[in-house]
């Protein structure tokens, strides 16, 4: 009996060290800075925001050196990675789960590998195009150029 309690706390024990380690993996999300919220006087259509025609297919492997953050996620962002460029001309936007009603964001150079962001969470989605440098975060809208968000506005 003793010997099957002294098993079972070590166990838990095991467990407990095993949890923290794994949870301070787990990258804290990246909440995009957004100063005084400005309503959209007209909402921000896609087409005023053209971008280079997307490269298609051509990718290279991802540069998780260059996002110490995004590499602890690096099955999860692997598993959501589309076939090539889908976002912006040039850039892959990936999605991956952080919960119920809750989605991380990678936004990956689909010609230098590089993960130029990562960890915004929404928790209704994105909306982007291929041709459009426009990106919408939760009925917030960006206008993402030179590896950079601008904010523009919210609905």
Known sequence: MKLRLGITVILAIILLISAKS???KIPKPNYINLGPSVKCQRLPQFSDYPTAQAIGSVVVPIDFKSNERAKAMQVEILAATPSG??????????????????QNHAIINSV????AH?????KVGVNFKPDSSLIVFDNTYYDFKAG???????K
Not at 85 to 102: H, K, P, Q, R, Y
Not at 118 to 122: A, E
């Open 118 to 122: 990562y960890g915004y969470r929404t």
């Open 112 to 115: 230098s590998g590089a993960i």
């Open 85 to 102: 460029s889908n976002f912006s001309g040039s850039f892959m936007l990936v999605e991956t789960s952080c919960g119920l009603a809750c």
């Open 148 to 154: 950079q968000l601008t904010y523009l506005c919210e």
């Open 22 to 24: 794994i949870f301070q």
